[in-house]
């Protein structure tokens, strides 16, 4: 019977067969011993000389490491495997000898080689483990989302207006006409909430930035979430359910994953605790405090982020940044109409932001006013004021970086490892 090795255990004194690879191998002359790979787990297979048949022991000294191959053996306890089993080899069928040395191997390698190899290197236990979390993380995002009354809705790629920077734009040629890549879906997104009240995307977004640092991508996955009759405190706490049960269901499915990953488990735990919140102003006293440059005035840069993080356990909110550094749909703090009502949760450890969100104005002339402070054309935002005059609500939203967060579980000191193909100013192959 064919199993996958995750079910392995079911199985224990059953003959079974298990289609993988070879991830490694060792011999002691008259034992072959294989590990082998499925893509669900690993086990150790046994192959002994006399035990299994002739043509299984020849081809188990033949194989090579990432040689693809179907055995069949009888699933055994085994206390110390991780797994908690063994299989003793009965019979090797090889799908595909690898002829050529496999390029990743055991010794080290540098970060250029094996991006360039990036292809091969998923298949590795550190960059499996990587991928099993960002798994986990998207699985909990829909399911919490779902079950909160978000429904999923896909704003589109191709856009005719930028939705933040817009020297961050990648722009293309729309049959004659310039387009752009899109940077968030969030103002389309804007427009499902009434139509559905509460709504997400989770999709690919672009950003031409020219940032060279281990927290960015030119192109990563984004969830904007946003809310009708929501407001800006409601917005915070909405935000730190979905990280918390992202936490959860990370501690919860993949412990082996964390293991491999030499993650501090303790860590995770005691960021699974109620979220700090400070506001934009007390961050800057803080982090001159700490030595910082940073200005009441000026937005907070990734080594701020990091020097403020250091200092937490749990994630953090900051909130009510200069509204000047800040994108022109959010709402203006009535109580001081300097600041947005806005904030940015960042990641302990030194992660730094995770989320950016903020209440969004819904008044009409005032969103107008802010188009045209920020030379926007107004013409292409038409649709998105219109959204402004019929039954128009206070409403909140957000988006994460989906490789942020992996990052931070993961822990990981560069973006890079946290999505399949990473795309870098300097990176766009393979
Ligand atoms: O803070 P940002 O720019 O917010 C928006 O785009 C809003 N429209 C979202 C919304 O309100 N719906 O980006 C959101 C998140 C950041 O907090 C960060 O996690 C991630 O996207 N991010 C990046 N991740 C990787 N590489 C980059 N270059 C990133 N830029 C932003």
């Keep these: 019977m064919d199993i996958f090795l995750k079910d392995a255990k079911q199985h224990i004194g059953n003959t079974v067969t298990i289609n993988g690879w070879i991830n490694n ?35 188990s000294t ?5 040689s693809s191959v179907r055995v069949t053996g009888i699933v055994r306890e085994e206390a110390r495997s991780t797994s908690g089993v063994e299989l003793t080899v ?28 990036r292809h091969l290197w998923l298949r590795s236990k550190r960059q499996r483990s990587i991928q099993r979390i960002r798994d986990t993380i998207i699985r909990a995002t829909y399911d919490h989302l779902g ?79 946003e809310a009708a009759f929501v407001k800006h405190e409601q917005n915070m706490d909405i935000q730190e359910a979905l990280v918390r049960a992202i936490i959860t269901a990370v501690l919860e499915k993949n412990m082996d994953d964390l293991i491999i990953l030499e993650r501090d488990i303790e860590k995770l735990k005691k960021a699974n605790q109620p979220f700090a919140r400070i506001t934009h102003a007390e961050a800057v006293k803080k982090l001159q405090e700490l030595g910082s440059e940073v200005g009441v005035e000026d937005d907070l840069g990734a080594p701020d982020e990091t020097m403020l993080m250091e200092h937490y356990d749990t994630p953090l909110f900051v909130e009510k940044y200069p509204f ?47 188009i045209r402070a920020h030379n926007l054309n107004e013409k292409d935002f038409d649709w998105y004021l219109d959204l402004r005059k019929y039954g128009s609500v206070p409403h909140s939203g957000f988006g994460y970086g989906l490789e942020r967060i992996v990052m931070w579980m993961c822990g990981t000191k560069h973006i890079r490892e946290s999505i399949p193909f990473p795309r870098m100013i300097s990176r766009k192959y393979p």
């Design 25 to 59: 191998t060792r011999s002691s002359g008259k034992i072959n011993f294989l590990e082998i790979r499925d893509g669900t787990d690993y086990i150790q297979g046994v192959v002994v000389k006399g035990e299994a048949s002739d043509t299984a022991f020849e081809h």
């Design 62 to 66: 033949q194989v090579t490491q990432e």
């Design 90 to 117: 009965l019979e090797v069928e090889i799908i595909h000898l690898c002829a050529e040395e496999y390029p990743i191997t055991k010794k080290d390698h540098g970060p250029d080689f094996l991006l360039n190899h």
């Design 147 to 225: 079950a909160n009354n978000y429904i999923k809705i896909d704003a589109p790629i191709l856009t005719p207006v930028s939705c933040e920077d817009t020297t961050e734009l990648f722009e293309l040629d729309y049959f004659g006409e310039p387009a752009y890549l899109t940077q968030s879906g969030q103002l389309y997104i804007e427009s499902a909430i009434f139509a559905h009240g509460r709504v997400f995307d989770f999709g690919p977004v672009f950003r031409a930035e020219k940032s060279k640092t281990r927290r960015h991508l030119t192109e990563f996955w984004m969830m904007d979430a």
């Design 324 to 370: 000047k550094v800040k994108a022109f749909y959010m709402k203006k703090d009535p109580e001081d109409p300097t600041r947005a009502l806005c904030a940015d949760l960042l990641a302990p450890e030194g992660y730094g932001e995770i989320i950016g969100g903020s209440e969004r104005e819904e008044n009409y002339d005032e969103l107008l006013k802010e």
